[in-house]
C-alpha cells in the first residue's frame, strides 16, 4: 500500500471504466485491480463522485482544447468538434460523468472558454451568455445521441417494418462527422442571427 497514489488509484479507475464500462466503476473494483481494501482508497479520495471527477478530468486533458483564433465562428465549431471527439473516445468515461453528475473545474474551463468565445461574436453579454447555453446544450445532446446511435442497441427489424418512415432514418448510413459538422454550424449561426435581430 506505500505506493498507493492518487495517480495509480486514477489509472486502474480510467483502465477499468475503458474496458468495462461505467456501469462497473465501484470503489470496490478499483480496489481490486490495485489488490488492496477499498478503505485504502479513502486516504487518497473522498469518495466514488471524487475518484469520477478525476476519470472523467483525464479523458479531457488527453487532448487539449482547441488554438483560439480570429474567427470566433470557426473556434466555437473546433471546440464542438473537440467535444465530439472525447465522447467518441472515452464514451464509457462521458457515461460516468454524466451518470454521476460530477462537475470539476476543469470541465467549468470548457465552460468558460465557451462562454469567451461567444463574447467574441458581438452580442450583449447576456445575449452571449443565453447562447453558450443554448449552444453547449443543443450540441452536448447531439454528442450523446449519436454515442446511443453507436453503441446502443437499435430497434428491432419487426418493429421497424410496422413505421416505414422511421424504417429509413434507422436503417440509413449517414456520414455522421458531415451532419454534426452542418447542425452545429446551423446552430450558431441560428443563434446568432435570432439574437443579433432582437
Known amino acids: 500500500m506505500a505506493d498507493l497514489s492518487v495517480e495509480r488509484i486514477t489509472d486502474e479507475a480510467f483502465a477499468l471504466v475503458n474496458e468495462k464500462g461505467a456501469d462497473a466503476f465501484t470503489l470496490r473494483a478499483v480496489a481490486q485491480r490495485l489488490n488492496v481494501t477499498p478503505m485504502a482508497l479513502y486516504h487518497h479520495v473522498k469518495d466514488k463522485a471524487e475518484l469520477a471527477g478525476i476519470v472523467a478530468d ?3 486533458t488527453t487532448s ?4 483560439l483564433t480570429d474567427d470566433w465562428r470557426e473556434d466555437l465549431y473546433q471546440m ?9 473516445r472515452f464514451p464509457q468515461i462521458t457515461h460516468l460523468r454524466r451518470s454521476l453528475r460530477v462537475w470539476t473545474p476543469t470541465m467549468m474551463g470548457v465552460t468558460e472558454r465557451w462562454l469567451e468565445i461567444w463574447m467574441k461574436s458581438g452580442l450583449s453579454e447576456d445575449d452571449c451568455v443565453q447562447a453558450s447555453i443554448m449552444s453547449s446544450l443543443a450540441i452536448n445532446g447531439l454528442v450523446n445521441e449519436e454515442l446511443m446511435l453507436k453503441n446502443g442497441r437499435l430497434p428491432d427489424d419487426e418493429v421497424l417494418e410496422k413505421v416505414p418512415a422511421a424504417k429509413r432514418v434507422f436503417k440509413s448510413k ?3 462527422q458531415d451532419m454534426f459538422q452542418q447542425t452545429v454550424r446551423t446552430i450558431i449561426d441560428g443563434l446568432y442571427n435570432r439574437l443579433s435581430a432582437n
Do not use: G, K, Q
Request: hydrophobic letters at 45%; zero cysteines.
Open 58 to 60: 483525464r479523458a479531457i
Open 64 to 67: 487539449p482544447m482547441p488554438e
Open 80 to 88: 464542438a468538434m473537440w467535444v465530439r471527439n472525447s465522447a467518441n
Open 174 to 176: 449517414p456520414d455522421l
